[in-house]
């Protein structure tokens, strides 16, 4: 489906291939859609502002706190107006003034307080490209949420041949058009989705509980990147220091069996992810006043067993989401032990989560997962970021959900 009306921004970087952005503003234009760019210095030496304003019929933006600019629209609303932002092309400099949240020209703050999606389209030398330290802000980048097409391989402007060559103004129009289609079409099928995140509290008396160490960052990272893709999305969270971003609803519980009851309540959704480590067991008996030591059997607590969430979602005859996904924290034969967990709780995926090393897994920044689908397929993610983990689940959850979607491709 064709895009129109929508609001792109459009920021100019300084690198040979500017020049194809008018080709670029000129294909939106022709679709009726609204284009506004800011041309940054070095831009400037590659195309001129009378030739972007020309294309977009509207001034092109330059200066942070340019008098007449900040009149008609200041950059925080110029980032607000946008449904999407596009930097073309993206410099390597460029990128690590992003890495580093700088806000030094009217561009880097646009982006640094933009709430919308924004598409880096690269373009540089093929031994910039592949260079550690570019590699390394694309996975920061990556990680951060930004949105990438390209670089494609070919003969660049140096001459030399490679990966570095900028998408092609074609290519980037299909990338927005497929974008805009993939968002109207969570909006139209109202995708909604529970995020189970964190350790939960099993108490002996008011003082005393039995958990884990899970902090609950998965879970709330799987929740943000599946909210920023439009899907509207609660997460019933046990106790944690994290906070939720705007716009997830957050139910907080303690025990086990109190997110058992707000998982009911949460049905009939669209996607469940369990991320939760939830308690295996309970004591049989609370307390209801704190255990006096004296009176504590130290041999033995007796408990009892927890309702099994994800399982009850995976064979829900009722109201089983479209699609189920558990994890499965594992210390040893992680992928063997993580597919008989699907196949015992009935998921459509699992996510197997080593948790044997220290560096990663429960209470950490990073994870190792292996993401294993019902025919036993596997994606291995070596040890990254949770966000940027979370940002792949969600992409898949998602792939999942439209590829049998028509008006989506
Ligand atoms: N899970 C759940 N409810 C429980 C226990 C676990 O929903 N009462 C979910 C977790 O959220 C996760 C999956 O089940 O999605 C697997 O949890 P895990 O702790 O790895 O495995 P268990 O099933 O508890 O088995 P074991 O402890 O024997 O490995």
Redo the contacts with the bound molecule.
Sequence with gaps: MKIKDKKILIIIGGGIAAYKSLDLIRLLKKNNNEVKTILTKSGKEFVTPLSVSTLTRSKTFENIFDKDSEVEIDHISLSRWADLIIVLPTTANFMTKLCLGKAEDLATTVILASNKDILLVPAMNVRMWIHKATQQNVKILKDYGYLFIGPEKGEMACGEYGEGKMSSPRQIFSFIEKYFNKKNIIKSKNLKALV?AGP?REYLDPVRYISNESSGKQGFEIAEALSRLGIKTTLITGPSNLSSKKGIKTKKIIT?NE??EEVKKCLPVDIAV???????FKPIKKSKIKIKKSKINFKSIELE?????????GKNNKHRPSLV??????TENLNK??FS?LR??N?DL??A?DVSKKDSGLNSDYNRVSIIDNSGKIKVIKKSRKSFIANIIAEIVLDKLLINDRSFN
Excluded: P, S
């Design positions: 189970t939960t086990a997110m058992y369990c991320a939760a480590a939830v308690a295996d067993k927890n309702r099994d969430i994800v399982e009850f979602l996904i558990g994890f499965a924290a594992e032990n993580a967990k015992q709780k998921c699992i996510v989560n």
